[in-house]
Every structure is written in C-alpha cells, then in structure tokens.
C-alpha cells in the first residue's frame, strides 16, 4: 500500500487535474441549468395554485392539465440534469482513483461522460418541449385578447 502511494507521489499531479478539469466545468453547468429548472418547476406550482379552486370549468381543467404536463416535463428535466451530475462526479472519481491505483480508466471515463452528455442533452429536450406548451398557452392568450404581437412593418 505504501508503495502505491509513494508511486503516486511521483506522479505528477497536473494532468491528472487537467483531465478532471472539463468535467468540473460541465458540473457547473449542471448547477445553473439546476437552478433555472427549478426556478420554472415553483413558477409552474405557482401558477397551478393560482387556478380557481372550482375546476368545472373546461378551461380551467385544461390549465390544470396543462400546467401538469408542463411540471412532468420540468421534473423529467431536473431528474436527468441530476443523473448528469453524478455521471460527471463518477467521470472525475474514476479518473483520480484509477490513477491512483494505476489502472488505465479511458473506457470507463468516456462511458461516463457519454452518459452525462446524454442525460444532459435530455434534460434540454425536456425543456423544450415545456417551453412549447407555455409557448401555446401564451399564443391562445395572444389570440383570445386580440393583440398583435408581430413588429409593425
């Protein structure tokens, strides 16, 4: 065990760290999008708890729904930008512990980090597709009010 350890030493520590570095930057990239997703998820919760609580309506009963639709979508999102993270936090946790027993851990590392790409590239369709139906709901809006929201020419 010792000699492990005195065989890491003589490694050197900068490409080791070099290697963790794109991956600790796409965590933070994970934490904003984190942040913004929540911040839509309470938005959404807010607008649901703002629904008349006399859902006989059908519009109301189609803002439910929508809104609904619009939070799973959301969630979906959070999960998967959450899945990233720790994809990401393995990628750097492989490459520091198989270096440390000198293993090699490429496979490993661009396994992971296909698979944090992947969820990440989720999470954004999700949002996508939750900015659409907000989207709709704001053109039914648009159209319900008569307001012309195109640039005069």
Same mark, same amino acid.
């Given at each position: 065990m010792v000699d492990?350890?005195?065989s890491f030493?003589?490694?050197r520590f900068a490409p080791i @760290? #070099?290697?963790a570095l794109a991956p600790a930057f796409l965590l933070s990239a994970c934490a904003a999008v984190l942040s913004v997703l929540m911040n839509r998820l309470w938005r959404i919760l807010d607008q649901f708890r703002a629904l008349d609580s006399d859902r006989s309506t059908p519009e109301t009963r189609q803002d439910a729904e929508r809104l609904l639709a619009r939070a799973r979508l959301?969630?979906?999102a959070i999960r998967s930008t959450i899945g990233s993270a720790l994809a990401i @936090? #393995?990628?750097v946790l492989v490459v520091f512990l198989d270096t440390l027993f000198g293993?090699?851990?490429e496979w490993g590392s661009a396994l992971l980090f296909l698979l944090?790409?992947?969820l990440f590239s989720h999470a954004f369709v999700c949002l996508l597709r939750e900015v659409r139906i907000a989207m709709l709901k704001?053109?039914?809006l648009v159209i319900s009010n008569g307001t012309n929201i195109r640039s005069p020419e």
């Open positions: 492990t350890f005195q030493e003589r490694m @760290a #070099a290697q959301i969630y979906q @936090a #393995a990628v293993m090699t851990h944090a790409f992947g704001f053109g039914e």
